[in-house]
């Protein structure tokens, strides 16, 4: 039997629903019976939504029963490392045999993890799970294609993607990608003891993901190249968390010390996924893209 914590959140779910699509039974860890429900998971064929709490409890315990192999991610919140950490330990006790970590490329690509707190988090946590004794795994994605979604009221209001991104290269990944390696992972397993980067298959500047993202909707897009203050102040008056939005600030620093970005395919290529071009991507979120 498969779990997939997080399966709630922007990756668990699609990689869920991989599953689902793929006859591949799976238990889902989510953390309320309202939120299966909104996002229609326990109405997925083949895929038992459980309710707990990754941090412990007997709910937990019961949904690790029987699992053999499990995919873990939560959300990038302060308490990432402990949450992880504390379930690596559970399924050490109940006996899992492989636990595929979801983390972040920024540690293949010498992100200093004293620099951005969740290359830190996610190399303690990696290190944490290779001292444990399952056999692992680590999932190692580059930006999601989907985090540019979040940009689309500026886009639709005025044409404009207002990042803090200067003139530096990222090669976004779409997280469907991500998803049927998941998947393929979980189902027919291997792999343990390898880190799985991925990217997406082109490095793009800013303004190549506007130009890609005006081609999709038809509608022009420009990219605004604005001050890291800017940028903050949008996103605390947005409602994002301010250790988020501090974490954010680190890894630009990151990124803005390191602006060019590798193609990394090769993950895609063992698995058999044919890599998502942004293009793509942005021809099927046009409509979203739109607002
Ligand atoms: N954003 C990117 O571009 C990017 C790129 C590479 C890697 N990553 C990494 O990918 C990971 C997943 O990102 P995401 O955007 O898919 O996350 P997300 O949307 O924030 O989802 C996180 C999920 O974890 C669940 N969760 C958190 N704490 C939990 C707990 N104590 N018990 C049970 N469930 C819990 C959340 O449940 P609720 O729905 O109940 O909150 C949610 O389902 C993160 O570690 C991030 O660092 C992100």
């Known amino acids: 039997m498969i779990l997939v914590t997080g399966a709630t959140g922007l990756s668990g779910q699609m990689i869920v629903r991989e599953l689902a699509q793929n006859h591949v039974p799976a238990r889902a860890l989510i953390r309320s019976a309202r939120k299966a429900s909104a996002t229609g998971l326990d109405k997925l064929a083949g895929i038992d939504a459980i309710e707990g709490d990754m941090r412990g409890g007997d ?86 294609m989907q985090v540019y979604l979040r940009e689309t009221s500026t886009m639709s209001r005025d044409g404009e993607l207002r990042l803090p991104l200067a003139d530096i290269e990222l090669a976004p990944v779409a997280i469907e990608d991500i998803a049927k390696v998941a998947c393929r992972l979980l189902r027919d397993g291997g792999h343990q003891g390898e880190s799985l980067d991925m990217t997406g298959p082109e490095a793009l500047t800013m303004h190549e993901v506007a130009e890609r993202i005006s081609a999709a909707t038809g509608r022009p897009v420009r990219y605004v190249p604005i001050s890291w203050d800017e940028r903050r102040r949008a996103l605390l008056a947005s409602g ?14 990151e990124r803005l010390r390191r602006p060019k970005s590798r193609v990394h395919l090769a993950t895609h290529d063992a698995f058999g996924v044919r890599p998502t071009s942004f293009a793509e991507f942005a021809r099927t979120y046009a409509r979203a893209f739109s607002g």
């Open 59 to 144: 709910d937990v315990k019961a949904a690790l029963g029987g699992v053999t192999r499990v995919l873990l991610i939560s959300s990038g919140t302060p308490d990432m490392r402990e949450t992880q950490c504390g379930f690596i330990d559970l399924c050490r006790q109940v006996g899992v045999q492989h636990v595929v970590k979801f983390s972040g490329a920024e540690s293949g690509v010498g992100f200093d993890p004293a620099m951005f707190r969740f290359t830190r988090m996610h190399e303690e946590i990696e290190d944490h799970l290779e001292a444990a004794g399952p056999a692992w795994t680590h999932l190692r994605p580059s930006q999601f």
């Open 240 to 253: 994002a968390p301010a250790d988020f939005v501090d974490a954010l600030g680190e890894q630009l620093q």
